[in-house]
């Protein structure tokens, strides 16, 4: 019987030690081989993939990363869709019955996008998954407290918002608040307000997390949801 199998990373698996050995993940009693993962370039944009079978192992060895795009979608039983953040937000996304997954970056411009709107729009007219079956988890990512931008990019995030609808729910100027606005896309995706998970930790301030913002490094954790043939 398939079941989802669900992931949201902290310094204990890195990004860039995956890159390094490519050798398999063993999180929570479950190995998940490179081969089985996919991983996608993260560019910041609102491109949501729809996976075959041939792309299990992008990212990996000699298997370019799917190009473009900031997400992607499958119902593929074992293969597991790879978001690495560092103050970005991994939203990750499966239908309850595991018709199919969805796997989201969702930094300031994937957030302004609204990309994880594009990602349930996807396993609704590709995969046909309801709305109200679709449960969403919001990983780690960094707070309105400490994400501050200039006034040039406040302005145009807020004015992109608003003409999509959206509040940008900051209570203080030139600060983005990101995850409130991921809750709002969601809603307005149709997903139910019991069906959104938050974890409400932010990456800059917990030292279990990595966060570009703090240290200015080069490595991320690593999130993963899949379709699990157990």
Known sequence: MSKIFLHLGDKEHDYRSLMKYQTAV???????????????????????????????????????????????ATNIVDQYLLIRTADCYPVLLYEKDAKAVAAVHSGREGTR????????????EHFG??????????????????????????????????AEGFNACSSKHRHLNLRAIIFQQLIKADLKFINIENVQICSYENPDYFSYRRDLGNNRQINLIGISNE
Do not use: R, W
């Open 129 to 162: 998954c309801d709305p109200a079956n679709i449960v969403a988890h919001v990983g780690a990512g960094i707070c309105e407290e400490h994400y501050q931008v200039s006034e040039e990019l406040y302005d145009a995030f807020n004015a992109s918002l608003n």
């Open 26 to 72: 063993s999180i929570a009693g479950k190995t998940i081989l490179p081969a089985q993962m996919v991983v996608c370039e993260q560019t910041h944009s609102d491109i949501v993939h729809i996976c075959s079978a041939e792309d299990s192992g992008a990212g990996f060895g000699a298997h370019p990363q799917i190009p473009c795009a900031d997400g992607f």
């Open 113 to 124: 996008q609204n990309i994880v709107g594009q990602a349930v729009q996807t396993l609704v």
